[in-house]
């Protein structure tokens, strides 16, 4: 009987110290990222995923709106065959075909590059790199963080509806 209870005793002396050591460490985390912090970093997310939308958009029109890209199937076959000469022949696309790839494939290099130095401005001009980073890391490590990210995020998402229905 005797050893049952300590053995419970050392099992909640144990859990004990877990939570000791595990609780200061997630007190410590919410108390550095403040709402204002998510709040911002929410708002340049969204600022990015609009920026990666029209990227996006620009690729898929640079790539659709070629005549020579057959809507996109002949973009996707020879993007499928990386540069591998027995895949490309096998294809048998035309040397002006072939241009127009790599016209559209610089296109999309110019895209990713100009949505990397947007990326970049707006990180550092709405919330700067360090609380970027950090807020980043905490919503990754944190569920009560990324919980509270979820609920500004959600309440973004309700007052836009709600705007749209004005």
């Known amino acids: ?5 300590l053995k419970n005793s050392l099992l909640a002396l144990g859990m004990l ?7 200061p460490k997630s007190v410590a985390q919410d108390a550095e990222i403040t709402s204002d912090e998510l709040t911002q970093y929410a ?4 600022k990015i ?9 620009k690729i898929s029109e640079a790539v659709k709106s070629n005549e020579l890209m057959e809507g996109g199937k002949l973009y996707n076959k020879l993007n499928k065959a990386k540069g591998d000469e027995a895949k490309l022949a096998e294809i048998g696309a035309s040397e002006e075909q072939l241009a127009a790839y790599g016209q559209i494939q610089e296109s999309i290099t110019a895209f990713k590059k100009e949505f990397k130095e947007q990326y970049t401005a ?16 905490a919503i990754k490590a944190d569920a009560a963080v990324k ?20």
Request: contains cysteine.
């Open 122 to 137: 707006v990180v550092k001009d709405d919330i700067g790199a360090g609380v970027y980073n950090k807020v980043k890391k």
């Open 43 to 46: 708002q340049v997310t969204a």
């Open 147 to 166: 919980a509270q990210y979820d609920e500004i995020v959600a309440s973004f998402s309700t007052e836009e509806s709600e705007a749209d229905g004005e």
């Open 1 to 5: 009987m005797k050893s049952v209870k």
């Open 17 to 23: 110290i877990v939570c000791l050591a595990v609780c």
């Open 49 to 57: 995923d609009s920026l990666k939308a029209d990227m996006k958009a």
